[in-house]
């Protein structure tokens, strides 16, 4: 009914986040252009932080379809899991031979993969979204490039009201991860 009424062609308003309808705000146009640099530079791990529905998982949405396709991507939407559910789904998402049943052997075929690609000149990506809500098991990230959207409790820092979503880049997991 609204369609007609306001003249539009989609629905804006669905239960998922479609970059197409994604308000770029100045904000939202630093966020989008960090995070993008951060992957295709291969600068480590960068963290997104922003409140309830200031558009986090569609800026990763976008960011997503703003890579390369030679780029390997994996988005982890649920990091409520244990890390041993997470590190099997990236393995699937990825498209990587399992390596064997251990946490071990699974974690060496992904270092392996990475490593691998690393060599080749290819980039690699892991998004996890809704990351406030990761469990503390989980080891440090070792993907080249690595981004992580939650809610400002996923950040030490402080949050800027004024510049929401905000962008933290983690010196040390890029340096101790790379």
Avoid at 130 to 138: I, L, M, V, W
């Amino acid at each position: 009914m609204y369609l007609t009424f306001y003249g539009l062609a989609d629905k804006p308003f669905n239960a998922t986040p479609d970059p197409r309808f994604l308000y770029m705000s100045p904000g939202h146009r630093e966020a989008l252009a960090q995070l993008r640099y951060g992957v295709e530079e291969r600068k480590g791990f960068i963290v997104l932080t922003g409140k309830v529905g200031t558009g986090k998982t569609t800026l990763l949405q976008a960011l997503r379809q703003r890579l390369d396709s030679q780029t390997a991507i994996s988005s982890v939407f649920n990091c409520t899991l244990p890390f041993d559910s997470i590190l099997e789904y990236v393995l699937e998402d990825l498209e990587i031979a399992k390596g064997g049943e251990s946490p071990a052997q699974r974690l060496m075929a992904l270092n392996n993969f990475l490593i691998e690609r690393a060599r080749t000149g290819q980039n690699t990506a892991l998004i996890l979204d809704e990351a406030h809500g990761a469990r503390g098991d989980a080891p440090s990230p070792r993907a080249r490039s690595a981004q992580a959207a939650g809610r400002p409790a996923l950040s030490d820092s402080p949050a800027d009201p004024s510049r929401n979503p905000r962008i933290y880049p983690d010196a040390t997991a890029h340096r101790g991860g790379t």
